[in-house]
Protein backbone atom coordinates (compact mmCIF):
# COMPACT_ATOMS: atom_id res chain seq x y z
CA UNK A 1 0.00 0.00 0.00
CA UNK A 2 1.26 3.78 -0.65
CA UNK A 3 2.17 5.68 2.24
CA UNK A 4 0.44 8.23 0.77
CA UNK A 5 -2.77 6.08 1.53
CA UNK A 6 -1.49 5.04 5.11
CA UNK A 7 -0.99 8.55 5.82
CA UNK A 8 -4.39 9.52 4.40
CA UNK A 9 -6.05 6.38 6.58
CA UNK A 10 -4.06 8.02 9.45
CA UNK A 11 -5.57 11.01 9.29
CA UNK A 12 -8.89 9.83 9.43
CA UNK A 13 -8.34 7.73 12.30
CA UNK A 14 -7.01 10.57 14.18
CA UNK A 15 -10.00 12.70 12.99
CA UNK A 16 -12.12 10.41 14.52
CA UNK A 17 -10.52 9.27 17.59
CA UNK A 18 -8.29 12.41 18.67
CA UNK A 19 -4.66 12.88 18.67
CA UNK A 20 -3.02 10.14 20.37
CA UNK A 21 0.37 10.95 22.59
CA UNK A 22 1.95 8.32 21.39
CA UNK A 23 2.03 5.37 19.17
CA UNK A 24 3.72 2.22 19.01
CA UNK A 25 4.58 1.17 15.05
CA UNK A 26 6.21 -2.14 13.78
CA UNK A 27 9.33 -2.11 12.12
CA UNK A 28 9.99 -1.84 7.85
CA UNK A 29 8.53 0.32 5.01
CA UNK A 30 7.06 2.90 5.84
CA UNK A 31 7.31 2.82 9.71
CA UNK A 32 11.17 2.88 10.44
CA UNK A 33 12.58 0.74 13.60
CA UNK A 34 15.27 -0.76 11.47
CA UNK A 35 17.00 2.11 9.93
CA UNK A 36 19.28 4.40 11.59
CA UNK A 37 17.84 7.23 10.59
CA UNK A 38 13.86 7.97 11.18
CA UNK A 39 12.04 7.16 8.01
CA UNK A 40 10.30 10.23 7.02
CA UNK A 41 6.62 8.81 7.66
CA UNK A 42 8.26 8.47 11.42
CA UNK A 43 9.46 12.24 11.02
CA UNK A 44 5.76 13.31 9.87
CA UNK A 45 4.46 11.41 13.20
CA UNK A 46 7.06 13.28 14.78
CA UNK A 47 6.36 16.12 13.55
CA UNK A 48 2.73 16.00 14.77
CA UNK A 49 3.99 15.97 18.83
CA UNK A 50 3.16 12.31 18.84
CA UNK A 51 5.68 10.21 20.61
CA UNK A 52 7.49 7.37 18.15
CA UNK A 53 7.90 3.65 19.54
CA UNK A 54 8.77 0.53 17.82
CA UNK A 55 7.87 -3.32 18.37
CA UNK A 56 11.46 -4.82 18.62
CA UNK A 57 12.17 -7.03 15.88
CA UNK A 58 11.18 -10.52 15.48
CA UNK A 59 9.67 -10.52 19.24
CA UNK A 60 5.99 -10.51 18.76
CA UNK A 61 5.75 -11.29 22.33
CA UNK A 62 6.55 -7.68 23.22
CA UNK A 63 3.29 -6.37 21.24
CA UNK A 64 1.00 -9.70 22.18
CA UNK A 65 -1.97 -7.62 22.58
CA UNK A 66 -1.90 -6.31 18.85
CA UNK A 67 -1.10 -10.12 17.60
CA UNK A 68 -3.61 -11.66 19.57
CA UNK A 69 -6.15 -9.44 17.58
CA UNK A 70 -4.72 -9.34 14.47
CA UNK A 71 -5.44 -13.34 14.52
CA UNK A 72 -8.96 -13.08 16.86
CA UNK A 73 -10.15 -10.90 13.72
CA UNK A 74 -9.60 -12.84 10.71
CA UNK A 75 -10.81 -15.96 12.29
CA UNK A 76 -13.83 -14.14 13.66
CA UNK A 77 -14.05 -12.16 10.18
CA UNK A 78 -13.96 -15.54 8.22
CA UNK A 79 -11.00 -13.31 5.74
CA UNK A 80 -10.79 -16.40 3.57
CA UNK A 81 -14.36 -16.57 2.94
CA UNK A 82 -14.67 -12.62 1.82
CA UNK A 83 -14.20 -12.10 -2.18
CA UNK A 84 -13.01 -8.55 -2.37
CA UNK A 85 -10.98 -6.27 0.05
CA UNK A 86 -13.95 -3.88 0.71
CA UNK A 87 -15.68 -7.14 1.99
CA UNK A 88 -12.81 -8.00 4.40
CA UNK A 89 -12.48 -4.31 5.78
CA UNK A 90 -16.28 -4.02 6.08
CA UNK A 91 -16.42 -7.50 7.69
CA UNK A 92 -13.34 -6.61 10.17
CA UNK A 93 -14.70 -2.90 10.94
CA UNK A 94 -18.03 -4.96 11.88
CA UNK A 95 -15.77 -7.18 14.65
CA UNK A 96 -14.02 -4.23 16.02
CA UNK A 97 -16.81 -2.50 16.90
CA UNK A 98 -18.22 -5.96 18.38
CA UNK A 99 -14.97 -6.40 20.44
CA UNK A 100 -15.29 -2.94 21.57
CA UNK A 101 -18.71 -2.02 22.24
CA UNK A 102 -20.39 -4.81 23.03
CA UNK A 103 -18.70 -7.80 24.42
CA UNK A 104 -18.30 -7.92 28.11
CA UNK A 105 -15.04 -7.49 29.44
CA UNK A 106 -14.30 -5.52 33.13
CA UNK A 107 -16.91 -6.61 35.42
CA UNK A 108 -19.42 -7.47 32.89
CA UNK A 109 -18.96 -4.35 30.98
CA UNK A 110 -17.48 -3.71 27.34
CA UNK A 111 -14.29 -2.02 27.03
CA UNK A 112 -16.25 1.20 25.76
CA UNK A 113 -18.35 1.53 28.60
CA UNK A 114 -15.60 0.32 31.16
CA UNK A 115 -13.49 3.16 29.86
CA UNK A 116 -15.26 6.03 28.00
CA UNK A 117 -12.26 7.89 27.59
CA UNK A 118 -11.51 5.09 24.56
CA UNK A 119 -14.18 7.42 22.52
CA UNK A 120 -12.07 10.38 22.21
CA UNK A 121 -8.17 11.61 23.41
CA UNK A 122 -9.76 14.57 23.80
CA UNK A 123 -6.84 16.07 21.37
CA UNK A 124 -9.00 17.38 18.42
CA UNK A 125 -7.27 16.68 14.99
CA UNK A 126 -8.02 18.51 11.70
CA UNK A 127 -6.33 18.95 8.11
CA UNK A 128 -6.14 22.79 9.36
CA UNK A 129 -5.25 22.03 12.85
CA UNK A 130 -2.33 20.12 11.25
CA UNK A 131 -1.43 22.54 8.83
CA UNK A 132 -1.10 25.51 11.77
CA UNK A 133 0.93 23.07 14.17
CA UNK A 134 3.10 20.65 12.42
CA UNK A 135 5.78 21.44 13.86
CA UNK A 136 9.79 21.24 11.81
CA UNK A 137 11.22 22.34 15.08
CA UNK A 138 10.36 19.50 16.47
CA UNK A 139 11.82 17.07 13.89
CA UNK A 140 14.78 18.86 13.95
CA UNK A 141 15.52 18.11 17.57
CA UNK A 142 14.99 14.50 17.11
CA UNK A 143 17.52 14.52 14.30
CA UNK A 144 20.12 16.07 16.58
CA UNK A 145 19.86 13.34 18.56
CA UNK A 146 20.79 10.46 16.21
CA UNK A 147 24.03 9.38 14.89
CA UNK A 148 24.16 7.37 11.47
CA UNK A 149 27.12 5.30 10.42
CA UNK A 150 27.86 4.93 6.72
CA UNK A 151 30.37 2.63 5.10
CA UNK A 152 31.89 4.77 2.57
CA UNK A 153 32.34 3.20 -0.88
CA UNK A 154 35.18 2.83 -3.85
CA UNK A 155 34.19 6.05 -4.87
CA UNK A 156 34.25 7.91 -1.85
CA UNK A 157 30.65 8.50 -1.50
CA UNK A 158 27.88 7.28 1.13
CA UNK A 159 24.44 6.98 0.86
CA UNK A 160 22.27 9.49 2.23
CA UNK A 161 18.03 9.51 2.66
CA UNK A 162 18.66 7.38 -1.31
CA UNK A 163 21.18 10.48 -1.51
CA UNK A 164 24.69 9.95 -2.65
CA UNK A 165 27.06 12.08 -0.73
CA UNK A 166 30.99 12.86 -1.67
CA UNK A 167 33.08 12.35 1.49
CA UNK A 168 36.27 12.03 0.18
CA UNK A 169 38.30 8.97 -1.87
CA UNK A 170 40.84 8.64 0.94
CA UNK A 171 37.71 7.66 3.22
CA UNK A 172 36.87 4.86 0.73
CA UNK A 173 36.52 1.28 3.00
CA UNK A 174 36.33 2.98 5.87
CA UNK A 175 33.20 4.48 7.96
CA UNK A 176 32.13 7.94 8.57
CA UNK A 177 29.36 9.33 10.87
CA UNK A 178 26.51 11.66 10.23
CA UNK A 179 24.58 13.67 11.89
CA UNK A 180 22.17 16.57 11.32
CA UNK A 181 22.87 20.40 12.55
CA UNK A 182 19.61 22.21 13.32
CA UNK A 183 21.56 25.70 13.51
CA UNK A 184 22.69 25.02 10.00
CA UNK A 185 20.58 22.96 8.54
CA UNK A 186 23.58 20.52 7.03
CA UNK A 187 24.10 17.01 7.65
CA UNK A 188 27.96 16.52 9.56
CA UNK A 189 29.74 14.11 8.39
CA UNK A 190 32.98 13.08 10.49
CA UNK A 191 35.04 10.67 10.81
CA UNK A 192 35.54 7.72 13.41
CA UNK A 193 37.73 10.14 15.41
CA UNK A 194 35.42 13.00 15.65
CA UNK A 195 37.34 14.74 13.13
CA UNK A 196 34.90 16.56 10.72
CA UNK A 197 34.90 15.70 6.65
CA UNK A 198 32.60 17.45 5.45
CA UNK A 199 28.81 19.68 5.61
CA UNK A 200 25.98 18.76 3.20
CA UNK A 201 22.90 20.77 3.21
CA UNK A 202 20.16 19.12 4.60
CA UNK A 203 17.83 19.39 1.42
CA UNK A 204 15.49 16.44 2.82
CA UNK A 205 14.27 18.30 6.19
CA UNK A 206 12.47 20.48 4.70
CA UNK A 207 8.44 20.94 6.21
CA UNK A 208 6.98 20.54 2.69
CA UNK A 209 8.80 16.83 1.78
CA UNK A 210 7.90 15.27 4.78
CA UNK A 211 3.95 16.67 5.74
CA UNK A 212 3.56 15.04 1.76
CA UNK A 213 5.82 12.04 2.61
CA UNK A 214 8.40 13.43 -1.10
CA UNK A 215 11.39 13.65 1.27
CA UNK A 216 13.28 12.43 -1.16
CA UNK A 217 11.30 11.53 -4.39
CA UNK A 218 13.93 13.50 -6.55
CA UNK A 219 16.97 11.54 -5.19
CA UNK A 220 14.86 8.20 -5.44
CA UNK A 221 14.49 8.81 -9.19
CA UNK A 222 18.36 9.45 -9.58
CA UNK A 223 18.75 6.25 -8.29
CA UNK A 224 16.32 4.74 -10.53
CA UNK A 225 17.85 6.34 -13.56
CA UNK A 226 21.42 5.33 -12.47
CA UNK A 227 20.03 1.90 -11.77
CA UNK A 228 18.47 1.83 -15.53
CA UNK A 229 21.73 2.78 -17.36
CA UNK A 230 23.72 0.52 -15.68
CA UNK A 231 21.27 -2.17 -16.37
CA UNK A 232 21.89 -0.60 -20.17
CA UNK A 233 25.22 -1.15 -20.31
CA UNK A 234 28.03 1.00 -21.62
CA UNK A 235 26.62 3.13 -24.42
CA UNK A 236 27.52 1.61 -27.88
CA UNK A 237 29.43 4.62 -30.31
CA UNK A 238 27.39 5.27 -33.56
Known amino acids: MPSRR ?68 QRWAEVRQCRSVAEVQAKLEEVDELQRAYMPSVAGQSRLAAYPGLRHSGRSYSREWEEARWSLAAVESMLEGVVAKRKVGATGQITLYYRRV ?44 IMTLTMYEEAKAGKRRRDARRRAGPAVPP
Request: aromatic share 10%.
Open 6 to 73: IQDEFRAWMAQWGLPAELRLDNGWPWGGGFDLPTVFALWLIGLGLGVHFNPACQPQDNGVIERTNGLG
Open 166 to 209: YVGREQAGGEVRVQYDKGSQMWVVSGLDGKGLRAVPAVEVDREK
